[in-house]
């Protein structure tokens, strides 16, 4: 069964570094998006991707944050100068097309030192 | 904008009990509506969703939710639970504003099914 896949499961990084959270989603879907749940919080929409550019994104998707799609296969998520405060689950979505499934990554658990 | 309100953050129950999770919904215009689950270190999975028609839905292992309208609710069911659903379920909305397409998700309910 095709699944969206997320790496590294869990990455330390010390304050005011920059970090890369890297997807793979499922290989014939068009939208992608990443969500952050801050340990006890919601689940909280950070942007979503369709045609190599931003189709949407929150008040959370600050300067500090950017997607790519590098290639045809990987979507990133890129914190320029990481901050205490973004240490999170984040997690990695897909979906074929507008209002379908979303189908979920398993999650890059983010510590922030 | 819509909300999501779960209003039970852990829900324990014995093996075999009938469950009810919670969740309501604020919105002033129509929207869709999911349950995930999220298994210990595993990624969110949908049970089931509400798009349109009949508002009893039924989704995968077992599970069940009612979209009531005039209460803004879309609780969730399961007669009969097993050890193996414990897990963190999440309700979400979709709406128009985004063309159905991001979801607000609830703050979570944690099941714990004891034998």
């Known amino acids: 069964e095709p699944e969206v896949t997320q790496t590294p499961s869990h990455q330390v990084t010390q304050m005011g570094q920059e970090v890369i959270l890297r997807c793979v989603p499922i290989s014939n879907h068009l939208y992608f998006y990443w969500y952050r749940q801050i340990l006890g919080q919601k689940v909280e929409f950070l942007v979503s991707?369709?045609?190599?550019?931003?189709?949407?994104k929150s008040e959370i998707f600050d300067d500090q944050f950017s997607v790519e799609r590098p290639d045809g296969s990987n979507f990133t998520l890129k914190i320029r100068s990481t901050k205490l405060e973004d240490s999170a689950m984040y997690f990695c979505?897909?979906?074929?097309?507008?209002?379908?499934?979303?189908?979920f990554g398993q999650g890059t658990r983010l510590t922030v030192v | 904008a819509q909300s999501v309100t779960q209003l039970d953050s852990q829900v324990p129950v014995f093996e075999e009990a009938p469950v009810e999770l919670r969740c309501n919904y604020s919105?002033?215009?129509?929207?869709?509506l999911f349950w995930y689950v999220q298994y210990p270190n595993q990624g969110l999975q949908l049970l089931l969703k509400?798009?349109?028609?009949?508002?009893l839905v039924k989704g995968i292992n077992g599970f069940e939710a009612e979209f009531n309208k005039s209460q803004t609710s879309f609780h969730l069911r399961k007669p009969s639970v097993h050890i193996s659903d414990t897990a963190e379920y999440f309700c979400a909305v979709s709406g128009p504003n985004s063309g159905y397409s991001t979801l607000t998700f609830g703050k979570g309910t944690m099941l714990l099914v004891s034998p």
């Open positions: 919105s002033s215009v129509s929207v869709y």
């Open positions: 509400y798009l349109s028609g009949s508002t």
């Open positions: 991707f369709y045609n190599n550019e931003i189709s949407e």
């Open positions: 979505a897909s979906t074929i097309k507008m209002n379908t499934e979303a189908f």
